[in-house]
T-cell receptor, first 120, second 112 residues
């Protein structure tokens, strides 16, 4: 079954509103989760690393005040797109590395099914 | 940032033919992975090859890795219409447990 869930799977919102996307680990506790963004017909680009108990680290060019990340618990990270605009329309995907203690290997990462955001 | 290029960017073949996609990367790696993505959907993990491996097989998939050239290839044999998708390589840039860095991808179209 699924190891990582994302909610919602699809969201359409008006320009200027904020949208929250959840990434949930269903099988193990995760201190680290990754958020990617994929524009149409492009590849996945890492946006930020969500760290439980500390601030997220953002990749160059990603506005931390616009894309708020909260690693609320060891099984949940949320990405909030604040004041969304049409150029934020994208496919947002999270991934979670499975730690050794949970039976994972260093190269095991699980991807969520993604959230399609459309900003009108 | 992205690791590098995949070629071709797009590939159209007939059912039954083989499809070969190539991927190049820039940094040292622990392993390289290939993923498939159907249009508008999430990622499906296909195969992982470690830096000390040169070739790996899984069903109709064959992956090669040349660390001296920092390149990898994915071969899909006897392709089917259901193989139509985008294919991405991804590496860990030499640090296990870190985020993956994806190539630009190859869009494969298999017609029946």
């Amino acid at each position: 079954g699924a190891v990582v869930s994302q909610h919602p799977s699809r969201v359409i919102c008006k320009s200027g509103t904020s949208v929250k996307i959840e990434c949930r680990s269903l099988d193990f506790q995760a201190t680290t989760m990754f958020w990617y963004r994929q524009f149409p017909k492009q590849s996945l680009m890492l946006m930020a690393t969500s760290n439980e108990g500390s601030k997220a680290t953002y990749e160059q060019g990603v506005e931390k005040d616009k894309f708020l990340i909260n690693h609320a618990s060891l099984t949940l990270s949320t990405l909030t797109v604040t004041s969304a605009h049409p150029e934020d329309s994208s496919f947002y995907i999270c991934s979670i590395p499975k730690p050794f203690m949970a039976g994972g290997r260093q190269d095991t990462q699980y991807f969520g099914p993604g959230t399609r955001l459309t900003v009108l | 940032s992205q690791q590098g290029e995949e070629d071709p960017q797009a590939l159209s073949i007939q059912e039954g033919e083989n499809a070969t996609m190539n991927c190049s990367y820039k940094t040292s790696i622990n392993n390289l992975q290939w993923y498939r993505q159907n249009s508008g959907r999430g990622l499906v993990h296909l195969i992982l090859i470690r830096s000390n491996e040169r070739e790996k097989h899984s069903g109709r998939l064959r992956v090669t890795l040349d660390t001296s050239k920092k390149s990898s290839s994915l071969l899909i044999t006897a392709s089917r219409a259901a193989d139509t998708a985008s294919y991405f390589c991804a590496t860990d840039a030499g640090q296990a447990g870190t985020a993956l860095i994806f190539g630009k991808g190859t869009t494969l179209s298999v017609s029946s």
